[in-house]
């Protein structure tokens, strides 16, 4: 139905940066909410960033002001630029979109591990 190819992790050592990107298709052309979340070990998944069809933006309380989401004028690809790197933010990134039906697709994980 809907393919999510994520890239951009890695290593990075603490106030470093980061760039991910997730490019959708398949079944639809386009997503009225895209995002990111993350999940460490041991810890729940949780929402990092999400931005909306008329451009409104949410993000966690421990990554404003450091991360910036963004996406491409199809939206169908979504960015999540992450700055000022530390390590607590060592986890596994998963990009997630929305269709108008609000079904919710999920990429595969990418990891990012910030070093200290």
């Known amino acids: 139905q809907v393919q999510l190819v994520e890239s951009g992790g890695g290593l990075v050592q603490a106030g470093g940066s980061l760039r991910l990107s997730c490019v959708a298709s398949g079944r639809f052309r386009s997503f009225n909410v895209m995002g990111w979340y993350r999940q460490a070990p041991g810890k729940e998944r949780e929402l990092v960033a999400i931005i909306y069809g008329g451009g409104d933006t949410n993000y966690s309380d421990s990554v404003k002001g450091r991360f910036n989401i963004s996406r491409n004028k199809n939206f169908n690809t979504v960015f999540l630029q992450m700055d000022s790197l530390k390590p607590e933010d060592t986890a596994v990134y998963y990009c997630?979109?929305?269709?108008?039906?609000?079904?919710?697709?999920w990429g595969q994980g990418i990891q990012v591990t910030v070093s200290s």
């Open positions: 997630n979109v929305r269709p108008a039906s609000g079904v919710h697709f």
